[in-house]
DNA sequence: GCACTTCAGGAGAGCGCTCTCCATGGGGTG
DNA sequence: CACCCCATGGAGAGCGCTCTCCTGAAGTGC
């Protein structure tokens, strides 16, 4: 098509400009929007794009802008630690099904965090590279990756307390933001959920419904939000009138709640309400309450913490504490891409507040 | 540290060269490992590298090498449809939890996928652009994107039969592999699995536990993989003299398992075995079964399919057919890979072999 | 010992784009 | 009418890298 305007290969801009009878830099500020063109030289260039079929070339123009245009999304956290094998390049099609990526999307908080950064980037031009970062040498592999420019900063989100990627980025003077706040203080922006109060709304809607024998299965205390959310809980607890409540803690997997309602059953097979960190831990802790033949909410009321896809698919419905994944995302992302455009912004911190979603279980 | 060395900013090829003593294209050679350089050059290069703590400008080189060292990981389908507001750019914090991405993360089947794409790739040094392909709009910004180089290829999962992603990028010359056959032939390279093999030994596998009054929940039907899986099941029953079996088609969602199962109760109160065609609507079906208070697998034996995580969330824990899933996204890599090292190798298949794995609900 | 091959390393030409600087010209102002 | 200003478009210098071509020195064979 039309090959007699352009050399080979994809056409540059060379190639429009030729075919519209302008000079290079006139077709980019046409191409970028910039500064004043006469409306019908305008018209005349975008002609000579459409006819050309012409695509601006990105590493050219990364190259002297020095922006990527891209950002990584990353997933960071502990996860199977490396073992000797580690450097061994043949993950080959055997597949490795109890990997890191795979604990990472056994939950469904992770899909909505993309979802969020994708809805706040697409309209935008843009999409996030997915990277994973369980190991130091992955660790180094982000860096490098931004270092390199391919892309101008990084989403992170931790799944573990005490991660060092937050400081490796900020050490290095990239530009991150981060989802939850770092266990140890550093320079670096994030958004957060409101978890004590979140906790708050679960403990008085249990004490609400007259539930009196209540404990419940904390997330894991090393991470801030399972800290924050067990505190929350806990304090609004004491305040009417229940110092002492059963803690079992999980780890945010719904195995781990089947086994902490097995112990808290054992050891109070009186109680009549839960409250679990996260739905992934509140369903498991449903299943293991009917099996030992309790109803929900019936004998047992149960309160999740999320409001994630788990807490629909369990039967009855869990009645949860909504934290708003996509929006926070969205937000983190809104953050990020202000913190490039503008390099010395203020570091900043935005907490949502979470809201009571009452359903079935309680 | 060592600024002496570097002019202003990251330290380029050229600085590197001056720390060594050499020209720009020796170190260009060390960097990348090309032609013999003299060893004693080699150290001096790699330790001025380490000096000025050089990292390579990826646009610099994929300006010249005309490669990103990149890929798109895009999930196509067809998706809530854009309303007339599609062109509304704000998106903002207020989060739309019912998006594509919401619905493609719910099945944990994605998460696999991109389990094995990550775990194939990452030993290579690259990374995924994650894309979302639902509207016709976004499918132009997934040509787009690849037209401006800044992937070289993509990686397709179509969630949806009729997906014109395929033949779009096919047209546009560019490189990509698919994930499951495109319901209408295209050029382009593929894995698969053999669903209907799969569907045989559900079949063979109820049949051999004495079931006999057995029903399916099969797939979409204008999906190829739900439209398979059902033939494979409906022959196999056929030629062990059940030439009629209840079917109704699901969604590969949860809640489609469930509406399906109660119609097949009220239908078949007397049915002893369904099979779903994924672990999805197994899960559904075995919520609904409890609830009317049939036992699994004492009154109805349950087979799903794929074997992801919701086969062992579920009570009792599914038996399935096992789809490969990470081992066939890698192989879908490594084709991709292989594809753009060699531009004009052949388009290929390759069809994993299904496994039944037998828990405890059939 | 001389012509010839071999190979290490340097020089330099771009890759396609942006953006600063400059030339041009039309219109407004004193 | 002279002057200045601003709007507009062109020229051209790089951005940092790769890679071809070339030089020169060392090795090889008769």
Chains 1, 2 share one sequence.
Not at 118 to 132: E, K, Q, S, W
Not at 346 to 360: G, H, M, N
Request: proline share 7%; glycine share 8%.
């Amino acid at each position: 098509m039309t090959d007699d305007l352009r050399s080979a290969g994809a056409p540059t801009l060379e190639d429009v400009a030729r075919a519209a009878g302008v000079s290079r830099a006139t077709v980019s500020r046409v191409v970028n929007g910039v500064r004043n063109v006469d409306p019908v030289i305008q018209e005349a260039v975008r002609r000579a794009v459409s006819v050309t079929g012409y695509t601006p070339n990105r590493a050219a123009r990364s190259l002297v802008t020095r922006r990527a245009d891209a950002i990584a999304l990353v997933v960071s956290g502990a996860g199977v630690e490396p073992k000797a094998a580690e450097e061994s390049e043949d993950t080959t099609a055997s597949g490795d099904g109890s990997s890191f990526t795979a604990q990472v999307f056994a939950d469904p908080f992770f899909g909505r965090v993309v979802t969020g950064v994708v809805n706040y980037l697409r309209p935008r031009g843009m999409h996030p590279v997915l990277m994973f970062a369980e190991s130091s040498r992955a660790r180094e592999d982000v860096v490098a990756y931004l270092r390199q420019g391919r892309a101008d900063g990084a989403l992170v989100v931790s799944t573990h307390a005490e991660d060092p990627l937050p400081a490796l980025i900020a050490e290095a003077g990239l530009a991150a933001v981060l989802f939850a706040r770092p266990a140890r203080p550093v320079p670096v922006s994030y958004v957060d959920l409101a978890h004590q109060d979140g906790a708050r709304l679960a403990a008085e809607h249990l004490l609400g419904r007259n539930c009196r024998r209540i404990a419940t299965i904390s997330g894991p205390l090393d991470v801030p939000a399972g800290q924050a959310r067990l505190t929350g809980f806990r304090d609004t607890m004491a305040r009417h009138g229940h110092p002492y409540i059963p803690i079992v803690e999980g780890q945010f997997t719904q195995e781990s709640g089947e086994a902490a309602m097995e112990r808290l059953l054992a050891e109070h097979p009186d109680l009549d309400g839960v409250f679990a960190a996260n739905d992934l831990m509140a369903l498991g802790a449903c299943h293991v309450l009917r099996e030992h033949g309790r109803s929900v909410p019936g004998d047992v009321a149960v309160v999740g913490f999320d409001d994630s896809s788990a807490a629909l698919a369990c039967r009855p419905p869990l009645t949860t504490v909504r934290q708003p994944v996509e929006g926070m995302a969205a937000e983190m992302t809104r953050l990020l891409l202000d913190r490039l455009s503008r390099p010395d912004g203020p570091v900043t911190s935005v907490i949502f507040e979470p809201e009571l979603v009452v359903r079935a279980s309680a």
